[in-house]
């Protein structure tokens, strides 16, 4: 057994015991790497604006873009943001119309919520390590 464990870490297999941490990361689009990381109660207003009138949660998180709000795209200027998310809740709008746009609204306010409790418990473990 000790030389089967021996061959497979050999070829860089490691077994069981070993402990192996795999890490996976989301590849987001453009637009949705956009969305930014907002106070929990602005992403929760910005869900219910999306649920009952489609696109409008999404353009009002385009100004928190102005304000300072961070996004998973730094090498993109804040006005180049600004306009990706102007430009989702456009698309969220001239689609309602066929449903599409208003699943999408919903979609989106639920990822600005999932964003924001991610960062507010990034700045928690942040607080803490102090």
């Avoid at 989301?26 to 109660?41: D, N, S, T, V």
């Avoid at 604006?49 to 998180?61: D, I, R």
């Avoid at 993109?76 to 119309?97: G, K, S």
């Avoid at 999408?104 to 607080?127: C, K, N, T």
Wanted: with cysteine; proline share 5%; net charge neutral.
């Amino acid at each position: 057994m000790e030389q089967k464990d021996t061959e497979m870490h050999e070829k860089g297999v490691s077994s069981s015991t070993s402990g192996v941490v795999v890490q996976v990361r989301e590849k987001k689009g453009p637009l949705r790497a956009a969305i930014p990381y907002m106070p929990f109660p602005v992403a929760v207003i910005c869900l219910f604006l999306n649920t009952f009138v489609p696109g409008l949660g999404t353009f009002v998180s385009a100004f928190t873009v102005l304000c300072g709000a961070r996004t998973d795209l730094p090498d993109r200027h804040v006005c180049c943001v600004f306009w990706l998310n102007i430009a989702a809740a456009f698309i969220q709008i001239l689609t309602a119309v066929v449903m599409v746009g208003w699943i999408m609204s919903i979609f989106w306010g639920m990822d600005m919520v999932i964003l924001a409790i991610s960062e507010g418990y990034r700045e928690q473990a942040a607080a803490q390590q102090l």
